[in-house]
């Protein structure tokens, strides 16, 4: 606090000066106080605004991070579901395809062991009259027919034109011999069976028979089979 002195007569108007100065001094240094609390106030407020802005920026963070968190979360279970659609589809086709491939290769298969099977089988098949060739008519191996009063025996299926290459002369016309003296007519004698031919086949499954039945309702000479569907089967197994 400072004084001035001034000389005056009396000491009560420096009295009056001095308490004067003490409330100007107390009244600057009370709006000082009341500055300084102003600026301390407003230095609280603006922490507090930055204290809160800061708390509201990381709970927006927060709330981006758990939203993004939640979006990332959907797009996996979307992609995973998505995956899972596209895995059991190619499994499907897959499947599809390989079932398809299976079915071809097994037809394929039964073409091959049914060819297989007649070619082994026609070598077993007995012999077959036919009667006399016609050209127009379809033979089988062993199917046996007569031309130019010779006879002929198929060497295979379809084997073509008689006489050829796939038909082989079991007999041939002899030479006429010399005409002999007239005999005796003889007692008639009675009337005898018209000749049996192959009607079908009657198979025997267990035993593995073929049993061929002739027109005259009788039986013919017996087919076994099963050497030869065991050899069949041996030989398949060892192509696998």
Avoid at 65 to 77: D, I, K, P, W
Avoid at 121 to 143: C, M, N, S
Avoid at 163 to 190: L, Y
């Amino acid at each position: 606090m400072t004084y001035y002195h001034t000389p005056l007569r009396s000491s009560l108007p420096q009295q009056r000066w001095r308490e004067e100065a003490d409330r100007q001094e107390r009244k600057r240094a009370a709006a000082e106080a009341a500055s300084r609390r102003r600026a301390q106030q407003t230095q609280t407020q603006t922490r507090e605004r930055e204290q809160s802005a800061a708390a509201a920026a990381e709970r927006s963070a927060r709330d981006q991070f758990a939203t993004l968190r939640n979006e990332f979360a959907q797009q996996q279970e979307t992609l995973r579901e998505a995956m899972v659609q596209y895995v059991v589809s190619e499994f499907e086709e897959l499947r599809k395809e390989l079932r398809i491939d299976a079915e071809r290769q097994l037809k394929r298969r039964l073409v091959e062991l049914e060819r297989e099977f007649e070619h082994k089988f026609a070598a077993l098949r007995p012999l077959t009259i036919r009667g006399t060739y016609v050209e127009d008519k379809h033979f089988l191996q062993h199917d046996v027919v007569a031309k130019n009063g010779g006879s002929y025996v198929a060497r295979k299926d379809a084997p073509g034109i008689c006489p050829g290459v796939d038909w082989q002369q079991i007999s041939q016309p002899g030479k006429t011999g010399p005409k002999g003296e007239r005999g005796f007519a003889g007692a008639r004698g009675p009337q005898g069976e018209s000749g049996a031919t192959f009607l079908c086949w009657k198979i025997d499954k267990k035993n593995f028979v073929a049993i061929p039945l002739m027109t005259n309702g009788r039986e013919g000479p017996r087919l076994h089979l099963r050497e030869l569907f065991e050899e069949y089967h041996s030989q398949a197994c060892e192509r696998e």
